[in-house]
């Protein structure tokens, strides 16, 4: 070992980066370690021939002022666009008709997406008590709001959202502030209109409200910036193989984070290591400090799901393209997830004169979809936009798009294992844990949580026996 920093950050994904930015402007030395090309873990895009795919996520919601803070900060505030209105309209499948979701009480009263039935059905929903035990997202808005709104509204947003079951997930871990509605105010109605004053006194926007964006070159503008600004401190084509925990003769803890670079060994010392990779890998470094946390962040699941990128001919769009897409409920029985209209909310997604359209398939729902081939999946997926949006024609342009792993599941009992990370933490200082399975999964979440991490992290820093955040031993450099 011939280096040391205070702190060691595994991963370059938006979370790790994120630590890293706000680390940094307190002063800590650090190095960023990843194994990739680039920066931003699945935030990449690639573009050819005029087509711009997104291979992680597609746009964000700009629900943190952390956006705009960091964007100033990096310089890249006149690189963010924000999508066409006509994002704001969004369809769902019902018996094979596209519904436009209904965004405000008249829009859903005239709404034909759900029944007479089924709209008096959510009459009831200020009168229903509180649960008494942990439930899934499924069996709370069943017993919130019925069964109809939880088929053609929560069912295909879930999808959409994690790709995920709601009779799997759980509603407290996946779903949060729509659990503390009813923790808090009682029912769901009410506390939609009373936390609406408790957001903005936080400077925060719920969902359906923020700004979504992108920029002119794609979401991988952002972790490109945030590499630029961390210069030496990132360290890309590292492959991280082992965090040990020692201590010196002086009493100080002390982490060696081994890396193999290109076939190259290499080492770093540090008093902290953040280990901000996804948790079926954060389990292998975690064996060493706790058996059963590395089972169980390496059991959490992870659904496989494709991203099929289809270009059309404009002329081939059977209908207007008047919003963000749609979302398939598992009810209509279909082999796509949903379609984003891409080329509709940002430009600059398909060559002049074409429209670009991309579909999601696999998901905790049909996870043997995604595995098939990529001709079989291309036929799939144009054969569904052609039933569902009377597209003529074939793909000028395909683009397929894998992870054998996507989003993780916030199932029933994840709170427990969020738990146990704490406990871990607290039983090995120096030792975090960040990403999108701890926190929420959206890009603003993960935000939120890795400049809570940093904070957190500086402030242990300055009140430990052992140093501040300015101090660094050897001369900082490493093989």
């Given at each position: 070992?011939?280096?040391?920093?205070?702190?060691?950050?595994?991963?370059?994904?938006?979370?790790?980066?994120?630590?890293?930015?706000?680390?940094?402007?307190?002063?800590?030395?650090?190095?960023?370690?990843?194994?990739?090309?680039?920066?931003?873990?699945?935030?990449?895009?690639?573009?050819?021939?005029?087509?711009?795919?997104?291979?992680?996520?597609?746009?964000?919601?700009?629900t943190t002022p952390l956006f705009g803070e960091m964007f100033d900060g990096l310089g890249i505030t006149g690189e963010r666009l924000y999508a066409e209105p006509a994002a704001?309209?969004?369809?769902?499948?019902?018996?094979?008709?596209?519904?436009?979701?209904?965004?405000?009480?008249?829009?859903?009263?005239?709404?034909?997406?759900?029944?007479?039935?089924?709209?008096?059905?959510?009459?009831?929903?200020?009168?229903?008590?509180?649960?008494?035990?942990?439930?899934?997202?499924?069996?709370?808005?069943?017993?919130?709001?019925?069964?109809?709104?939880?088929d053609y509204a929560i069912n295909p947003f879930v999808a959409g959202?994690?790709?995920?079951?709601?009779?799997?997930?759980?509603?407290?871990?996946?779903?949060?502030?729509?659990?503390?509605?009813?923790?808090?105010?009682?029912?769901?109605?009410r506390g939609m209109v009373r936390?609406?004053?408790?957001?903005?006194?936080?400077?925060?926007?719920?969902?359906?409200?923020?700004?979504?964006?992108?920029?002119r070159e794609g979401m991988q503008t952002f972790p490109m910036a945030l590499g630029r600004s961390l210069g030496d401190e990132l360290r890309l084509k590292c492959t991280v193989t082992?965090?040990?925990?020692?201590?010196?003769?002086?009493?100080?803890?002390?982490?060696?984070?081994?890396?193999?670079?290109?076939?190259?060994?290499?080492?770093?010392g540090a008093a902290a290591v953040v280990?901000?990779?996804?948790?079926?890998?954060?389990?292998?470094?975690?064996?060493?400090?706790?058996?059963?946390?590395?089972?169980?962040?390496?059991?959490?699941f992870y659904p496989p799901v494709a991203e099929v990128f289809l270009g059309f001919p404009a002329s081939a769009m059977g209908r207007p393209l008047d919003g963000f897409g749609y979302l398939i409920p598992a009810r209509e029985e279909r082999k796509i997830l949903g379609t984003i209209w891409s080329s509709a909310l940002f430009p600059g997604?398909?060559?002049?004169?074409?429209?670009?359209?991309?579909?999601?398939?696999g998901g905790a729902r049909q996870p043997l979809v995604a595995g098939l081939g990529d001709n079989a999946l291309t036929e799939i997926v144009a054969s569904e936009i052609r039933s569902l949006m009377a597209v003529h024609g074939d793909p000028v342009y395909a683009k397929i798009i894998r992870w054998e792993k996507a989003i993780p599941q916030y199932n029933l009992g994840h709170l427990a294992l969020v738990e146990e990370?704490?406990?871990?933490?607290?039983?090995?200082?120096?030792?975090?844990?960040c990403g999108n399975y701890r926190g929420g999964i959206a890009v603003g979440d993960c935000l939120a949580s890795g400049e809570r991490l940093a904070r957190r992290i500086a402030g242990e820093m300055r009140n430990s026996p052992f140093g501040s955040p300015a101090r660094t031993a050897g001369d900082g450099r490493d093989q």
């Open positions: 070992m011939t280096g040391h920093r205070d702190v060691v950050i595994v991963g370059a994904g938006i979370s790790g980066l994120t630590v890293a930015y706000y680390l940094r402007r307190a002063g800590v030395s650090l190095t960023v370690l990843d194994p990739g090309d680039a920066p931003g873990g699945t935030m990449q895009t690639l573009t050819d021939g005029g087509w711009m795919v997104e291979t992680g996520p597609n746009s964000a919601l700009e704001d309209r969004r369809y769902i499948l019902r018996d094979g008709v596209l519904h436009p979701l209904p965004m405000s009480p008249g829009a859903f009263v005239r709404s034909s997406l759900w029944s007479v039935a089924g709209k008096l059905r959510l009459m009831k929903e200020p009168f229903v008590g509180r649960a008494t035990e942990e439930e899934t997202v499924a069996q709370f808005v069943r017993r919130r709001l019925g069964e109809e709104f939880l959202v994690y790709a995920g079951d709601p009779a799997a997930l759980s509603v407290r871990a996946a779903f949060p502030k729509l659990y503390a509605l009813e923790e808090r105010y009682g029912g769901l109605i936390g609406a004053g408790e957001r903005r006194k936080r400077a925060e926007k719920a969902k359906d409200r923020a700004r979504m964006f992108s920029f082992s965090v040990e925990r020692k201590t010196r003769p002086a009493g100080t803890p002390e982490f060696l984070v081994r890396y193999r670079r290109e076939g190259d060994p290499g080492s770093l280990l901000a990779v996804p948790a079926y890998i954060a389990g292998n470094f975690v064996r060493p400090f706790s058996e059963s946390l590395a089972a169980a962040l390496e059991g959490i997604r398909a060559p002049a004169g074409h429209v670009a359209l991309t579909t999601f398939v990370i704490g406990g871990l933490e607290r039983r090995v200082p120096g030792l975090y844990l």
